[in-house]
């Protein structure tokens, strides 16, 4: 059980694109729903936290016009990466939780992105 | 602030060895999961330890807690090749703090066949 999905595993594109990313949450439903960033042999890095039908919440230096999470319900969450410059190269890895923050999160495989 | 610094960095054993990661921390927290990585993967929930809680097992696991010293350990017995992965320790803050995981850097282990 506690199953993740996350789409697309890898991307591609020129710089200016704008990259759409999914989460879902295939068996339960997750009451909240993080976005990570990770540098290679780095930690993550959590960009924000999204509760379904309220705003995102974002971690400082985090820029919410850049990076759109959007949790419309409580199997999926978006995010966007707007006009993609190579610096947002990256792996992206969203993580979902069913119900109180004592229960464990549930991570996908994440994305690879690369901008070239 | 960064919380949740593991060593060792880097850990290297052969196959059938114990691995023990230790993890610590600075805050105040709610519970200490503990999470293992495949290279370009997501992460794999591994255990969860409350903070009135002592020790945990789950098979070849073990996790320690101890909150005076703000410290965890993760205890891999009888490794296999299999284990070889990165392990990332994370802290849950006390609800007035939110909801967040805060990650350690994570202890890279090889499991040498």
């Known amino acids: 059980g506690a199953v993740v999905s996350q789409h697309p595993s890898r991307v591609i594109c020129k710089s200016g694109t704008s990259v759409k990313i999914e989460c879902r949450s295939l068996d339960f439903q997750a009451t909240t729903m993080f976005w990570y960033r990770q540098f290679p042999k780095q930690s993550l890095m959590l960009m924000a936290t999204?509760?379904?039908?309220?705003?995102?919440?974002?971690e400082q230096g985090v820029e919410k016009d850049k990076f759109l999470i959007n949790h419309a319900s409580l199997t999926l969450s978006t995010l966007t990466v707007t006009s993609a410059h190579p610096e947002d190269s990256s792996f992206y890895i969203c993580?979902?939780?069913?119900?109180?923050?004592?229960?464990?999160?549930?991570f996908g495989d994440g994305t690879r992105l690369s901008i070239l | 602030s960064q919380q949740g610094e593991e060593d060792p960095q880097a850990l290297s054993i052969q196959e059938g060895e114990n691995a023990t990661m230790n993890c610590s921390y600075k805050t105040s927290i709610n519970n200490l999961q503990w999470y293992r990585q495949n290279s370009g993967r997501g992460l794999v929930h591994l255990i969860l330890i409350r903070s009135n809680e002592r020790e945990k097992h789950s098979g070849r696991l073990r996790v320690t807690l101890d909150t005076s010293k703000k410290s965890s350990s993760l205890l891999i017995t009888a490794s296999r090749a299999a284990d070889t992965a990165s392990y990332f320790c994370?802290?849950?803050?006390?609800?007035?703090?939110?909801?967040?995981?805060?990650f350690g850097e994570g202890t890279q282990l090889t499991v040498n066949p």
């Open positions: 994370a802290t849950g803050g006390e609800e007035t703090s939110g909801s967040r995981l805060t």
């Open positions: 993580s979902a939780r069913e119900g109180q923050s004592n229960q464990p999160q549930h």
């Open positions: 999204s509760n379904e039908g309220s705003k995102a919440t974002y």
